[in-house]
């Protein structure tokens, strides 16, 4: 997680626990039996919490080198000490995550928000069987123990796109409660379609094309 909590430029009418639908709820369930999940059937099985606050891109990374790359097994901590650690300050960017990736012979794509058609390329990205998605994204909560609000920026992977309901599928790795989630494209989009005062850019997403396509092409 992005610690930015003095952040207050997202959208402030956007609570997050109140936009989600667990996966494991009867709701939950019926939009799942009818997307397209096939992102969800390669990363489920390598899905883990994240090891620190700040660990959410790193978890995401983590996640996807196990479960694109054979014979892979990389921990959170072996990311952070052999190369993430050169490149987190108050949390990571989406240029550093890109950076790590490229590092293992997966090159992503990066998409800003500010790109024109930006919510037309998410859509094809994540309906793309080939393509693996991690989103950066704004995110508001209310806390009971404290005076204010903690509003900060969050990495995800995308797991799945039901048309019907327009709902993603999230796998959140600092939700130990709720880690796979329903949210609507459009809350989301609002939620990318921010800045990230860190790195001084928009916020957006990042694309890998699975490494399996790109050798048998």
């Not at 997202?10 to 494991?24: A, K, N, Q």
């Not at 797991?159 to 790795?173: C, G, M, P, S, W």
Request: aromatic share 12%.
């Amino acid at each position: 997680m992005l610690k930015s909590q003095d952040q207050s430029d997202g959208p402030l009418d956007l609570w997050y626990l109140s936009l989600i639908t667990c996966v494991t709820s009867p709701d939950g369930q019926d939009v799942f039996t009818t997307s397209l999940h096939h992102a969800f059937d390669r990363l489920h099985p390598h899905f883990e919490l994240q090891q620190r606050e700040d660990f959410c891109g790193i978890a995401c990374v983590a996640i996807l080198l196990n479960s694109l790359l054979p014979y892979s097994k990389w921990t959170q901590s072996d990311l952070y000490s052999t190369i993430a650690h050169a490149h987190m300050s108050d949390g990571i960017s989406l240029a550093a995550l890109s950076h790590i990736l490229t590092t293992f012979g997966l090159p992503p794509v990066i998409r800003y928000s500010d790109e024109e058609r930006f919510e037309e390329k998410f859509l094809q990205d994540i309906k793309n069987p080939h393509h693996f998605v991690v989103v950066n994204y704004w995110r508001q909560f209310e806390w009971p123990t404290k005076d204010l609000p903690l509003r900060c920026g969050h990495f995800s992977l995308v797991a799945a796109y039901n048309e019907v309901t327009n709902r993603i599928l999230i796998l959140d790795t600092s939700d130990s409660i709720r880690p796979y989630h329903w949210l609507d494209l459009q809350h989301l989009m609002r939620m990318m379609c921010t800045r990230d005062d860190t790195a001084a850019m928009p916020r957006g997403y990042l694309i890998v094309v699975d490494p399996k396509f790109e050798s048998e092409k």
